[in-house]
Every structure is written in structure tokens, then in C-alpha cells.
């Protein structure tokens, strides 16, 4: 057996490359908000924060849109749903009452975030329910339209702030841990967006997985040998809705603030980017599109307040020219292959 064959049949090489640079990345991660307050530059740990809650809402919308083909423009409604979990659930916590009678409030964290997740998975699962009966362009249309819907009624719900969004006091509490400290925040997001990675690396990887991405490819084949594609499709949105939920939440936690403008249809837009600029149908593209965006977001506007203009171009020259997204270029400069 020649030696071609042999890397072939045993891919070590790129295995063992592609353990050391998720290695090196946790490491990086781990070590940013010592590193970055030993340099004088505390004010990155909240950026740092930040690309961790979009790369968690990316990589969910990611499942649906690069594993399963299913380019909803929605996905911000679940996001700001799981917000107004936390953020409702706080105010009746503060006031001492009774959501619709029967819910009580809470601050704490370990109640919090799996509402939100709860919450945003049955959005999705009624949103998904519907629009899932449609295909392309009118499934697109039919999303972003049920986002609106969602968008308007948190804008008339003027218990809970209207259009001027509902303040959180203080962050929800988790244990004894200072949750107003940016450093614990940032290690309790990182905490959280590595299992909602290991999940979805789990899921991606599963027969379940290899059934989506068979769908994408072809739908009507996988119908013709007895597979349901609607059933799973409706399971792919579901589990998307609730990733996307549970970065919402944590988002309303890390700016103690909650407003209907996470549920935009430009908030979709931001989520989508951040998919494609980073590599669609990647596990790692997402985490990789929410920090180049974020980054170069929080850069342009130190320079000038029309960052957009200077925004657009960037994002044409990676999408045209990497061919995959930042995930796909960093696998042609890198020794292996990527980590998708």
C-alpha cells in the first residue's frame, strides 16, 4: 500500500491538527480576559462576551440554514424572545407578581435560561409548524414575516416597556458567583457556548445529522426511500429556535437591557452574515463570522459613523474571495483541513 493510500485510509495528520488548533483556540479563549487586562484593555472582555452570545445565535441558525438547508430569515424572533424571558420573568421577580396569574418571577440564572430555551423552542416549533409547508423564497418570506408579527407585538406591549425595551437591573444571579463582574460573565458564556458547540458537533455528527444534511442535498430522494423530511427539517428549526433563544437570554443578561430591536428583521440579518461570513455549514464558521463582524463593527464606527459604507466592501471581498467563508481560508493557509 503506497504511502498516499495509507494517509488516506489513517488521516491522522489532519486529525491530530485539527485537535491542536481547537485546543489552542480554548487555550486562547481561557486565557483572553487575563491576557487583555495584564495589556491595560478590560473594555475587551465585554467585547469578548458579546461574540460568544452571537456566535452561539449563529451557529443555531447555522443548523438550520447550512446543515438543512432552510434560509430562514427569523431567527432574530427567537432571539429576542429568549430576551423578553429574561427580562419579563425579572420585572415580575421585582414587582412581586404573577406572570398571567400563574408564572412566578424570578432573577436566578439555572431558571432563566432554560425558559428561554423552552420558550424559543416552541416559537420555533409553531413558527417552523407553518412555514415548513412552503419551500425557497416563500419559506424565507413567511419567516420573516412571522418575526415582524412578534416584532410589532413587543412594540404595542407597553407593560413591558413598548418601544423603549425593558431594563434589567442586574444580571441574574447564578450560585455565588458576582455575575456583575464582565471577567465571571465572560467565563459563564464561554462555559455555555462551548457546550452549545459540543452539542451541535454531536448532532451534526449523529444519524440524525447525516439524515438533514441528506435532505439538503436532495429532499425528494430521501422521500423516495421512506425518510420524512418535514418531521425533520421541523426537529432541525426546533432545536435552532432554542440555541437562538438561549443566546437571546444571555444577551438580555449582558446588557441588562431588552428592546423589541432584537426581534428586527435586521437583527436576522446580523445573525445570517455572521453565518455566511464565517462559512456556511461549518462548526466553526459561525463562532469565527460573529467575531469578525463584531470586531470590525466596533472598529469602523471608532472611525466614522457611516461604517457601513466601509463595512459592505469587506464583507464582498471575503464572501467572493475566501470561497467558504473565513473557515474555508483559514483551512487553505493551515496545515489540515478545517474544523468543520
Known amino acids: 500500500m503506497s504511502d498516499d493510500a495509507i494517509t488516506r485510509t489513517h488521516p491522522a495528520g489532519p486529525a491530530l491538527g485539527r485537535m491542536i488548533a481547537l485546543l489552542a483556540l ?32 449563529a451557529a443555531s441558525l447555522n443548523l438550520a440554514l447550512g446543515f438543512g438547508g432552510m434560509v430562514s430569515f427569523g431567527h432574530a424572533a427567537f432571539f429576542g424572545i429568549g430576551g423578553y424571558v429574561v427580562g419579563i420573568l425579572y420585572r415580575t421577580y421585582v414587582d412581586d407578581a404573577l406572570f398571567l396569574g400563574f408564572i412566578l418571577g424570578t432573577d436566578q440564572l439555572l431558571i432563566t435560561l432554560p425558559a428561554a430555551i423552552l420558550v424559543g423552542g416552541l416559537a420555533a416549533c409553531i413558527i417552523g409548524a407553518l412555514s415548513l ?46 455575575t456583575r463582574d464582565d471577567t465571571t460573565f465572560y467565563f459563564i458564556c464561554l462555559v455555555i457556548a462551548a457546550l452549545v458547540f459540543l452539542v451541535l458537533w454531536r448532532i451534526v455528527g449523529s444519524r440524525f445529522g447525516m439524515v438533514l444534511a441528506g435532505i439538503r442535498q436532495n429532499e425528494r430522494r430521501m422521500a423516495a426511500i421512506g425518510i420524512a423530511p418535514y418531521r425533520y427539517k421541523l426537529a432541525a428549526f426546533v432545536i435552532s429556535g432554542m440555541g437562538a433563544g438561549l443566546a437571546g437570554a444571555l444577551m438580555a ?80 493557509l493551515g496545515p489540515g483541513r478545517s474544523a468543520s
Open 26 to 57: 480554548a487555550v486562547a479563549l481561557i486565557a483572553l480576559p487575563f491576557v487583555v487586562q495584564a495589556l491595560g484593555q478590560p473594555a475587551l472582555v465585554p467585547l469578548a462576551t458579546r461574540v460568544l452570545i452571537y456566535a452561539i445565535a
Open 133 to 178: 409547508r412552503t419551500s425557497g423564497v416563500q419559506f424565507i418570506m413567511i419567516t420573516l414575516a412571522f418575526a415582524q408579527m412578534l416584532f410589532f407585538l413587543f412594540v404595542s406591549l407597553k407593560a413591558y416597556g413598548g418601544d423603549d425595551g425593558l431594563t434589567i437591573r442586574r444580571r441574574n444571579a447564578l450560585f455565588e458567583l458576582n
Open 253 to 332: 443578561n449582558y446588557l441588562r437591557f431588552v428592546s423589541p430591536d432584537m426581534l428586527h428583521w435586521t437583527k436576522s440579518g446580523e445573525l445570517m452574515i455572521m453565518v455566511i461570513l464565517g462559512g456556511v455549514g461549518t462548526l466553526l464558521g459561525p463562532l469565527l463570522g460573529a467575531a469578525a463582524l463584531v470586531i470590525l463593527e466596533t472598529v469602523l464606527t471608532g472611525w466614522t459613523e457611516h461604517w457601513q459604507l466601509v463595512l459592505g466592501p469587506v464583507l464582498l471581498i471575503v464572501v467572493l474571495f475566501t470561497h467558504g467563508g473565513l473557515n474555508g481560508l483559514i483551512s487553505r
